[in-house]
Structure formats: C-alpha cells, structure tokens
DNA sequence: CTCGGTGTTTTGATTTATTCAAAACAACCC
DNA sequence: GGGTTGTTTTGAATAAATCAAAACACCGAG
C-alpha cells in the first residue's frame, strides 16, 4: 500500500518532468485528487487540497491546472453554465454527456464507427484541429426525481 | 424602405406574441440588432441598444436574452473561454466552427450524412435530448497571421 | 378608453469564476 | 551547496452574470 502510493507519486513525477514541468507538492496533490471519471472544476479540486496539502492557495490551484492542462496531464472542459471542469483521462478523443438539471458528467466513448464528427459539411475556411461532442439530457437520478 | 423596416417590427412582434411574451421596445430592439449569421454576446448586444435605445440598461439586455433564449427565438451558445454568444438562427441543428485564436465563430450545418453525433457509443442511463457539436481550428484571418 | 393585474425594466448591489501583479519561495542544474 | 528560473503566496482586481426591490408599461377586461 506505501508501496503503491510511493509508486503513484512517483509516475507523476515522471510525467511532470517529461512535460518540462517541476515537480512541485501542489502539482502532486492536484494530480492524486482527481480520480479517473471524475470531473471536478477548481473549487473542488482546492476543497480536497485544503485536506491533503492545506497550505495551497486558491490561486495555486488555479496556476496548478493551467499549467497541467497546458502540458496535457489534464484535459480541461466547460460545458456551458458550468465553471470549468477538469479530468484525469486524456490522449484519446471522447465525449461527455452533460445532465441538463443537475449538471453531472459522465464520458462517452466517440460516437458510433469512425469519428464523424471530424467532418464538418463546410469547413468555412477554418483548418479544424478538433472537434468537440457535447450531449446534453437527464442523468438517472434527474429521471427519476420527476 | 420604411415598409420593410415596419414589417419586420411586425414580424418580431407576432413571433413574441406567439411565444406568450409581452412586445416591448427593448425586445424588439434586440432581436433587430442580431443579424443572421452573427454571434454576439450580452455585451456587443448591450453597445447596440446604446444606439437604437439608448435607455435600455444592461439587466434589462441580459433579461431580453434570457426570455428570448428560453422562448427559442434566439439560440444561446458558450463556447469554451467565450462569454455566452446570441445567434439569430434557430430550429435547425446547426453546429459550430470556433477559431481558437481568435473567437470567431461561424456555422456550419450538421455534420456528414445523418446527425450520427445524435448517437453516442453508450448513453450511461442518460436520457439525450441534444448533441452539441463544436469544431475548433484557426480561422483565415489567423492562418494568415501566422 | 381607461383601469388594473401581471410581466418587464430600471436601479443598485452582489456573487461567482477567474486573472493580474509583485514579492517570497523552492526545484533543479551545475 | 548556490544561483537561476519557474512556482506559489498574498492581495487586489476584473469580467460575466445574477439577485432583489421598486418603478413602469403592456394588454385584456370592462
């Protein structure tokens, strides 16, 4: 158990490096405090900071996921009437699904056969370097809350 | 010239009547003030009244803009890192091309063949009522800046 | 036509999310 | 270990939007 969480602090300190960035205690912390499929926006992320690693400011917290979500260790979304939310799973095109009552977030795997949605029908002049796919409905719970 | 000009006063009007809302000078004056194809936020909105209506406070343009946007007579986007944006065109599932240098923004209709963004690989027991789609890339202007 | 109820707008303050700036500090290469 | 550079802290400021109460105007009933 040491040993698995000494292994963990570890690969993200790998990971810092190779993104040329310094490893730092918040950097650390902000990495352990979002667990895979979570999506947390900067609020949350310095509540459980203010646990693990109490002496990091909020403005840290907010230099912390910029400079992460710049280098690719976090992927940074903001569906709208959401602040910004941030999650650990990176390096692969998903989606999300948004609930439109309770503003939970789930991924989705890319929609179905190939990407389509990489293909505009007019590209208007633009070069296109992603494509982003939000789906909005009512979560489980929303459903059966009426 | 001034025919066309109280027509499409009329218009408006019929089309607020028929959304149950109450037509008044500061709704009529924000649905002429968004031409098609444009997308402007609250701001840009507020600093065209200050031509045509110069009365109008800036709650007041943020009140239009939510009962027009609830009654579906204007959409309401949010990109990421963009205030929300107002756009004319409506009932059609039309997405959105992004320039991420420099935020403009331009419509593109529904992707290749059928709306296949309406069909996530897995819904995770959510019930979808809207995909949203938006592409990201860098705009003419952009790409000949460099 | 005018009166009254209800919905809208004004006025002014407040909140939420985020950014800016400068000084203190700490990581890491040598 | 010591210096440079990048990071964090501290404190203030901004942008976008919302809240609340009072003044007002639309529009249907009479």
Redesign the pocket.
Same mark, same amino acid.
């Given at each position: 158990m040491a040993t698995s969480i000494r292994t963990a602090r570890d690969e993200a300190?790998a990971r /810092?490096?190779a993104a040329g /960035?310094?490893?730092? $205690? @918040?950097?650390l912390a902000v990495l352990d405090a979002i667990a895979p499929g979570e999506h947390l926006? %900067?609020?949350e992320v310095f509540q459980r900071l203010s646990r693990t690693l109490p002496?990091?400011?909020?403005? %840290?917290v907010?230099?912390?996921l910029? %400079?992460l979500g710049g280098a690719g260790l976090l992927r940074r979304i $903001?569906p709208a009437g959401s @602040? %910004?939310l941030y999650e650990n799973r990176i390096g692969d095109n998903h989606h999300h699904l948004v609930c439109s009552s309770c503003g939970k977030v789930a991924d989705v795997d890319c929609v179905v056969g190939e990407p389509p949605c990489l293909t505009p029908s007019a590209t208007n002049g633009f070069v296109l370097h992603t494509a982003e796919v939000t789906f909005w409905g009512l979560c489980p719970d929303c459903q059966a809350a009426g």
């Open positions: 300190s /810092l490096r /960035l310094k490893v730092t $205690e @918040p950097r926006d %900067a609020d002496s990091t400011s909020r403005q %840290a907010y230099g912390v910029g %400079a $903001e @602040p %910004a």
